[in-house]
């Protein structure tokens, strides 16, 4: 190349370092979102092409408007779903499920526990895709899916024992508290380290289609830790084996203190990382309990009929702090969750309800009145059989069991310098 | 009966193993139409279908976390990572998943999987086609541990691993595939049509996990030893006139200690053997539970022989391969030990 054809020279090279448009101290600034009007997005069938519904990762599922009205397309996707009877399940497990994290929260700030995380503002995502779910299936959840319980109706009184590590705990004290496994209610052993059960589930999935069977999987995983390799495992092998699997990624802004920036998710929208593997993704408002039903319908929908994996992008934000240990307030503006513009889902749902007039202010006051003592009456029950450092607790040779099948002549002889 | 290689007897383990049972399923990369790199899983596709076997992307820990996947909801994955150095982008799925879930979700859900994995060095591959991990599996609670030596223990061993309720690591040394490679590496190649081991009977049966063999009898000094390394203690021993209690590990995890502890109590010393890196290597622990459990019975320090603590070398290879000559230093100086 000749000297007259060189580029010219652009000054010193540098690298971008992501920071949150905001930090403590300033006003919240939700702009980076684009929040289209409900019903303003196509429900395309769920046989259609991934390179035809690319839209679809760019823009945002809603069916609720402003007025609390059930709108568009992919409302007449619900068809004989989006009944009021199934909507007030809907809100009672929302409602269970905040009611649930807030005495839990508690009983933590009490010591009753170690750690415990809630999923305040997040009620809808879990709760909603459990009721499209069937008997058999499994989620391999995170630690912030607990209304996958609560819809399905599991004990909270075994939830609580497992959170307080009690001697009626269904893990014998073997795992942290909230991270759950219920087998009988399709609840995957959650494992604690971020991603790695997203390659699992399609492994799952993968499983069931090998078998001839008709169970289909759902993957779990943060925003924040979509950057995980699991994430990309398990995207590239939903990809070249196409096994009944729903890729769920809860987009709530925020990883303890990472806000999605340094996960890539404003470079483009977490749903758009399906096109580059070739299969159809949903971006949806996570705070929409009737989208939620919705897009959980159509995926799971297209996972069982053999039409291969969908990748679905929460749109929510994540209210609580990460967890027991964490102080948002040092990393994110304090009026940030009531700036956040998808609203509450609890109360969006109730809304849309009065609305319909399958719903009052005073049944809803009733109804949070019953559901508070039936919590409490349930904590109270579990609290009989002790908390953390409170009571008998798991029998401590325990610890020794569940390691193999067998004990090994090893672990056999540890157990006897224990004992001794 | 049937007179097989290592790699023969391998793909007859799975072979059986397909055949008996539905959910035994085999991936891998290179695996399916093309029957793996060093042929182990030749026509399993061909019999079974592309679903029972099948070629997997170049992403080991996308292998082993689908795999762990399938386990838990009820099939048997058999699974070939080509060459154990590549094991470690799985090692989280390994440590964190499969040894773990049974205990983490109190037996709700469990992972019988199988992680086979060529191991050991002599084929001049380098510092990625060589290298022995079993020790960072042995330290992982949860997990199983193999190394057979011979054509007959690979197929026991294999259908008992693909039968075992937990996960199983199961380490192949390349260097046996296709004969029992004494360390001489300037000598022909034997091959296993001439060794006893050689024969494997047709059909199922297992060697049980958690069993040694022991090789040779003797009763100046136990050796310990897996894999490659048995033949090169009988070589030691043979071009020394020592003898030798060779005991072949097979099974590090569970380990067989009484047969260890009869054996060191009897010989009063003990040598062991393996190709990974000395430092906190498997013979840490073996040496450490020889003077727990037989102290009283020594006459002689423990001696360990293992790769040096470097890489596995390219043109080095056979300075760095724990060969007949210093595992026949080591012997003399335990025997003469007074």
């Not at chain 2, 999987?113 to 020790?135: D, K, Y």
């Not at chain 2, 009283?296 to 290879?317: C, F, I, M, N």
Request: charged letters at 25%; a negative charge.
């Amino acid at each position: 190349m000749s000297d007259d054809k060189m580029p010219e020279a652009t000054g010193p090279l540098s690298i971008s370092i992501p920071e949150p448009p905001t930090r403590p101290g300033d006003a919240p600034d939700f702009s980076y979102i684009e929040v289209p009007k409900a019903g303003a997005v196509d429900c395309p069938p769920v046989d259609t092409k991934p390179e035809d519904m690319r839209d679809l990762a760019y823009s945002i599922v809603r069916v609720l408007s402003r007025k609390g009205e059930a709108v568009g397309p992919w409302a007449e996707f619900l068809g004989d779903d989006l009944n009021d009877e199934s909507l007030l399940r809907g809100l009672k497990d929302m409602m269970k499920t905040r009611v649930f994290d807030a005495r839990m929260l508690t009983a933590q700030r009490q010591g009753k526990t170690s750690f415990y995380t809630q999923c305040l503002g997040e009620e809808a995502i879990a709760t909603g895709f459990q009721r499209m779910m069937r008997k058999g299936d499994m989620n391999f959840p995170t630690y912030r899916q607990q209304g996958l319980l609560i819809a399905d109706g599991c004990s909270m009184f075994d939830m609580i024992c497992q959170i307080y590590s009690n001697e009626k705990d269904n893990l014998d004290g073997h795992q942290l508290p909230c991270l759950y496994s219920f087998k009988d209610h399709g609840f995957f052993s959650i494992s604690g380290n971020l991603g790695t059960q997203f390659v699992q589930a399609v492994g799952w999935a993968m499983g069931s289609a090998i078998s001839g069977d008709d169970k289909i999987s759902a993957a779990w995983i943060g925003d924040g830790s979509t950057a995980e390799t699991d994430f990309h495992s398990g995207m590239l092998f939903a990809s070249v084996y196409q096994p009944p699997v729903v890729l769920n990624i809860v987009n709530n802004q925020w990883a303890i203190s990472s806000f999605n920036g340094l996960a890539g998710g404003r470079n483009a929208p977490f749903a758009a990382r399906a096109h580059g593997y070739g299969f159809p993704s949903l971006r949806v408002d996570g705070n929409d309990y009737l989208a939620v039903l919705a897009a959980s319908k159509w995926a799971t929908e297209r996972a069982r009929r053999n039409l291969g994996p969908t990748l679905i992008e929460w749109v929510t934000y994540r209210v609580a702090a990460h967890s027991t240990s964490d102080d948002p307030s040092a990393y994110r503006p304090k009026e940030e969750s009531d700036a956040w513009p998808l609203g509450d889902p609890l109360e969006r749902l109730k809304l849309h309800l009065i609305k319909k007039g399958a719903w009052s202010e005073e049944r809803h006051t009733q109804a949070m009145a019953e559901i508070e003592s039936e919590v409490i009456a349930v904590q109270k029950e579990a609290e009989k059989y002790g908390t953390l450092n409170r009571g008998k607790g798991p029998d401590p040779e325990k610890m020794f069991e569940g390691v193999y099948k067998e004990m090994p002549d090893h672990l056999v002889r540890q157990r006897l310098e224990f004992e001794a | 009966m049937a007179r097989m290689t290592m790699i023969e007897a391998i793909r007859d383990a799975m072979d059986v193993k397909m055949g008996m049972d539905e959910d035994v399923v085999v991936f891998g990369e290179d695996v399916g139409y093309f029957g793996g790199v060093f042929r182990c899983t030749q026509g399993l596709q061909e019999k079974y279908g592309r679903h029972r076997c099948f070629d997997a992307p170049i992403n080991e820990s996308a292998i082993v976390g689908a795999g762990i996947g399938m386990a838990t909801y009820g099939k048997r994955p058999c699974i070939e990572i080509q060459f154990a150095d590549y094991v470690l982008p799985a090692y989280d799925q390994i440590v964190s998943e499969a040894a773990r879930i049974r205990h983490r979700s109190n037996g709700q859900f469990t992972a019988p999987i199988v992680i086979r994995m060529p191991t050991g060095g002599g084929i001049f591959g380098g510092q990625t086609h060589s290298q022995s991990p079993e020790a960072i599996f042995t330290h992982v609670s949860g997990l199983k541990t193999l190394i057979p030596s011979n054509p007959y223990d690979a197929k026991g061993m294999l259908i008992a691993a693909i039968e075992d309720d937990d996960p199983v690591i199961f380490l192949e040394p390349k260097r046996l595939y296709n004969g029992p490679f004494d360390g001489h590496h300037e000598n022909a190649v034997t091959s296993w049509a001439k060794h006893e081991k050689g024969e494997v009977p047709e059909g199922h049966y297992t060697v049980p996990i958690g069993k040694a063999n022991v090789v040779e009898t003797g009763m100046d000094v136990t050796i310990l030893a897996y894999g490659t390394m048995v033949y090169v203690a009988q070589a030691a021993a043979r071009e020394n006139n020592i003898d030798a209690e060779i005991i072949d590990l097979r099974s590090l995890l569970p380990l067989d200690l009484d047969t260890i502890v009869n054996s060191v109590q009897k010989t009063g010393r003990c040598v062991v053997l393996h190709e990974a890196t000395l430092t906190s290597g498997f013979g840490a622990e073996l040496t450490a539970l020889v003077q727990q459990h037989c102290f009283k019975h020594l006459e002689a320090p423990v001696l360990r022989v293992a790769g040096w603590d470097t890489p596995y070398p390219h043109a080095q290879e056979w300075h760095y391969f724990p060969g007949p000559k210093r595992v026949g230093k080591a012997l003399k100086r335990v025997v003469e030990a007074q």
